[in-house]
């Protein structure tokens, strides 16, 4: 694994030459379509840049995370990965406490980070970003050894990723989540004990827990509008419905975007977020199924990852992090 050490906080690091080496972590099992297309997709929208293009594939035996420490470990100037959510997920693993930046291309079914970020659903929007967009230093979360950088939780929203049909998610998208999650709104609900920051545990009865670094969900909905990946903490959401007319209400303000206190939705904030439940409930990390278990405990890393994201104007920032440096402009990829 490689050495990792912390990023400073806060204010731009010195600048860096453009970046020449640069790893390609490729999932082909998501996205859909044929991986041959997608694989020269890739390479064409990288043709002309200068890089040199190390392209790693994942397998079942290893979904990211160890290519992207090796790919450190060897020295690359970047890692761009294209894959659903869990490859995602595991490159933040393989990335987190070291200076790599990390790009995000289109890949999979839900997009979490890119969405949290507007970085470009196309190809080549995406390319674009990743060469000459800012970077920015953003907290991650840990669940023992894993990392995530969107959010977790334990209870209903996980057994609605766990649940969604994989056809329905090649066909339809994001609305196979949709349909998933009517099928559990009737879920039985679990009591929760939550222990925020070591203090006095707090008791509540519900159908889950949400705990995020960023805020937006599947289809851009700001479940938690107030997280900000760059504040050190995490917000904690403890989701407190039990019947049909309180999903309704939920939805609707999760819909029209009411950031007033919503009874069904009840916000902490905290470093350290410790959940028992009376039995074992379905687990996810950025949108990809994580087992079950009756305890779960996260950890806020402070500024352990910096990403490539789109240029920014003036400070208008919704998901943003502190500028570090700007990406030069590389000629003419050499693969391997």
Known sequence: MAE??????????????????????????????????RRRETREALAGTGLDVHWLETTREDPGQGLTSRAVADGVDLVMVQGGDGTVAACVTGLAGTEVPLAVLPGGTGNLLAGNFGIPTDLDGAVEVALHGQRRRIDVAAIGDDRFVVMAGIGFDA???????????????????????????????????????????????????LVGNLGRLQGGLPVLPDARPDDGQLDVAVLGTRTLPDWVRLAIGV???????????????????????????PVERDGDPAGSRDRLVVDVVPQALTLCVPQTEGSGEPQGGAPVNQAGSPTRPAWR
């Open 255 to 281: 819909l029209l975007r009411r950031r007033r206190t919503r009874p069904q939705l009840e916000v902490f904030r905290a470093r350290r977020v410790e959940i028992r439940c009376d039995r074992p409930l």
């Open 4 to 37: 990792r050490t912390a990023l400073p906080a806060g204010g731009p690091q010195p600048a860096r030459s453009a970046p020449r080496r640069v790893a390609v972590v490729f999932n082909p099992a998501s996205g859909g379509g044929e991986p041959a297309d």
């Open 159 to 209: 057994a609605m990723l766990r649940d969604a049909d994989p056809r329905l998610k090649q066909r339809i998208g994001a609305l196979a989540y949709v349909i998933s999650g009517l099928g559990q709104l009737r879920r039985q609900v679990s009591r929760l004990e939550l222990r925020l920051d070591g203090r006095a545990p707090i008791t509540r009865t519900g159908q889950g827990v």
